[in-house]
T-cell receptor, first 113, second 110 residues
Framework: NAGVTQTPKFRILKIGQSMTLQCTQDMNHNYMYWYRQDPGMGLKLIYYSVGAGITDKGEVPNGYNVSRSTTEDFPLRLELAAPSQTSVYFC????????????FGPGTRLLVL | KNEVEQSPQNLTAQEGEFITINCSYSVGISALHWLQQHPGGGIVSLFMLSSGKKKHGRLIATINIQEKHSSLHITASHPRDSAVYICAEYSGGGADGLTFGKGTHLIIQP
């Protein structure tokens, strides 16, 4: 039981490049989330999903896209990387809403230069 | 939108001391989470509570709904407790995620 896995662990992008951050969970959780963590700030919600085929915007969705074709996978797409997207990205999952424990992946550190 | 405030931002203590980290929020909530972020960056859920008190080992979490306040206590602190402790709230009514505080950076010196 691997829990929540994320790839890559670290990536450097040039301005304008695109990439996909991968997230997979093996706990059969319905809810999945993408957060970003900036230095000195609390984690902020980018996108979330309540099940396969259903996604919605969080607090800071601009510059990102998501899809949820299966229960297990919830990739985050950056289309035109900007320095403001330099951050640590965490994927999380839970069986149900915020009244359930959230399980976090190890994070992806992204640097946009 | 709920605001989550944590205090202190930074705390350095000696091994064995009793530690208290505070969390306050502005709007009524459905659930309050305490999480631990290790020096390596990983985040682990410690507690999720909506009322009263929960205990796990040397960790105790309490919540006062009327005062919109929660505390995390660590008894007999140890250097391995050194981490960032994060408070987060869920206001309910939807499927969106948690609102997080900025965290308390705790260092326990031997």
């Amino acid at each position: 039981n691997a829990g929540v896995t994320q790839t890559p662990k670290f990536r450097i992008l040039k301005i304008g490049q695109s990439m996909t951050l991968q997230c997979t969970q093996d706990m059969n959780h319905n809810y999945m989330y993408w957060y970003r963590q900036d230095p000195g700030m609390g984690l902020k919600l980018i996108y979330y999903s309540v099940g396969a085929g259903i996604t919605d915007k969080g607090e800071v969705p601009n510059g990102y896209n998501v899809s949820r074709s299966t229960t297990e996978d919830f990739p985050l797409r950056l289309e035109l990387a900007a320095p403001s997207q330099t951050s640590v990205y965490f994927c999380a999952s839970s069986y149900s809403s915020g009244e359930e424990t959230q399980y976090f992946g190890p994070g992806t550190r992204l640097l946009v230069l | 939108k709920n605001e989550v405030e944590q205090s202190p931002q930074n705390l350095t203590a000696q091994e064995g001391e009793f530690i208290t980290i505070n969390c306050s929020y502005s709007v009524g909530i459905s659930a309050l989470h305490w999480l631990q972020q290790h020096p390596g960056g990983g985040i682990v859920s410690l507690f999720m509570l909506s009322s009263g008190k929960k205990k796990h080992g040397r960790l105790i979490a309490t919540i006062n709904i009327q005062e919109k306040h929660s505390s995390l206590h660590i008894t007999a602190s140890h250097p391995r407790d050194s981490a960032v402790y994060i408070c987060a709230e869920y206001s309910g009514g939807g499927a969106d995620g948690l609102t997080f505080g900025k965290g308390t950076h705790l260092i326990i010196q031997p």
